[in-house]
DNA sequence: GCCAACGTTGGC
DNA sequence: GCCAACGTTGGC
């Protein structure tokens, strides 16, 4: 299944959440969630260039600072009105729940693993919460994520 | 165009 | 609570 998932030609992303505010639960609840609230022009950038069905890891910030699942990009982006800025200034995506991870990847495993996720933004700009992500290094966080917490 | 001051995000 | 890393704003 994830590997059929990944042979297809789509690209890849991550995108933050506090899940106070919006977690993958949530997520899994809606069926459908407008991405919304970013407010820096890279993150919104990376948005734009998304295509549904391409995939995204959802990273929870905050107390959990893991990947906890995947969502798939089911509408690409469009305007999101904002007061105080002309139309078109920012933009929204929907995102549907696909797969929830058995075990969340956590910041600190990625970081123990700088040498296979070289480059990856995640540990290299804190602050960015859209970005791309290597089609090796999704892999990777899937396989991690599939694994059930040893005994 | 430069830079200081300030604000925000998010990890520690 | 602190701080690093950015981003934004405004004075010059």
């Known amino acids: ?22 977690s993958y639960d949530d997520i899994e609840r809606k069926g459908v969630d407008h991405w919304t609230g970013v407010r820096n022009f890279q993150a919104r950038n990376f948005m734009r260039k998304m295509k549904k069905g391409d995939l995204a890891l959802v990273y929870h910030t905050g107390d959990q600072k893991a990947v906890v699942g995947v969502a798939e990009i ?15 200034s920012w933009s929204q995506v929907d995102v549907v729940a696909n797969e929830r991870l058995s075990r ?29 992500v290597e089609p090796e290094h999704f892999k990777k966080i899937l396989k991690l994520g599939s694994k059930k917490p040893g005994p």
């Open 74 to 88: 089911s509408k690409e982006a469009y305007d999101e009105p904002v007061r105080g800025f002309p139309a078109g």
């Open 1 to 22: 299944m994830v590997i059929a998932v990944l042979a297809m030609n789509r690209s890849y992303w991550l995108l933050k959440t506090e899940p106070d505010e919006c």
């Open 104 to 132: 969340a990847v956590s910041l600190a495993e990625l970081k123990s693993r700088s040498d296979e996720f070289k480059g990856f933004l995640l540990l290299k700009q804190s602050r960015l919460s859209v970005m791309p």
